[in-house]
């Protein structure tokens, strides 16, 4: 059991090295935000992009009960 887990780990160590990371590893001389600068660069594109998903559902959303309560009503007459 300890051979499987120390076998599994080392895989997990092997593959975090061959993973793109959003900072480099080996500049270790820049520090604060600018070491993560791609990552925060990235986030607030998934965030801006979240908020126009959103507001394009919720517009279309409007916009359909509108068009299906004026169909409704047409019908009901």
């Known amino acids: 059991m300890i051979s499987k887990v ?5 895989e997990v ?4 090295r061959k993973a793109s990371w ?7 001389n820049i520090k ?3 070491k993560y600068k791609e990552l925060i660069d990235s986030t ?9 998903l959103a507001g394009f559902v919720a517009l279309s959303d409007i ?13 009901g007459k």
């Open 6 to 10: 120390s076998t599994f780990l080392g």
């Open 13 to 16: 160590k092997s593959e975090l």
């Open 22 to 28: 959003p900072w480099e590893p080996s500049s270790s």
């Open 32 to 34: 604060g935000f600018r």
């Open 44 to 52: 607030v594109v998934v965030l801006i992009s979240m908020i126009l």
């Open 63 to 75: 916009l359909l009960k509108e068009a299906v309560g004026f169909i409704t009503m047409l019908g």
